[in-house]
Nanobody, 126 residues
Framework: QVQLVESGGGLVQPGGSLRLSCAAS????????VGWFRQAPGKEREFVAS????????YYADSMAGRFTISRDNAKNTVYLQMNSLKPEDTAVYYC???????????????????WGKGTLVTVSS
């Protein structure tokens, strides 16, 4: 079993930045693709970004590409999401996920992930 714990959410003004972290415990991320999803109030959970085990293959949702950067530190069992130029529409609960399937599966949707975190709230507001 892998336990995922997100942190780093909070209130930020439009145009600001946040860095989310997702720490794994229980066992390592070894071999797992990792990713971030988000869910805004009244909306379905949507894909944000994903990264394969080596970090060499990344996927981003179109609306986040160029503003968000996903990275991982396998030695620390931690994955990060750097979010810049935040907009009010980025307000959501952000979830970390890990999956043993190929990394492109995350970009296809949130179904079937092996592990989920409980989420961290990001609020973008002035």
């Amino acid at each position: 079993q892998v336990q995922l714990v997100e942190s780093g959410g909070g209130l930020v003004q439009p145009g600001g930045s946040l860095r989310l972290s997702c720490a794994a415990s229980g066992r390592t991320f070894s071999g797992y693709a990792v990713g971030w999803f988000r869910q805004a109030p009244g909306k379905e959970r949507e894909f944000v970004a994903s990264l394969n085990w080596s970090g060499g293959i990344k996927y981003y949702a179109d609306s986040m590409a160029g503003r968000f950067t996903i990275s991982r530190d396998n030695a620390k069992n931690t994955v990060y999401l750097q979010m810049n130029s935040l907009k009010p529409e980025d307000t959501a609960v952000y979830y970390c996920a890990a999956d043993s399937r190929p990394v492109h599966m995350m970009a296809a949707g949130s179904g079937g992930m092996d592990y989920w975190g409980k989420g961290t709230l990001v609020t973008v507001s002035s």
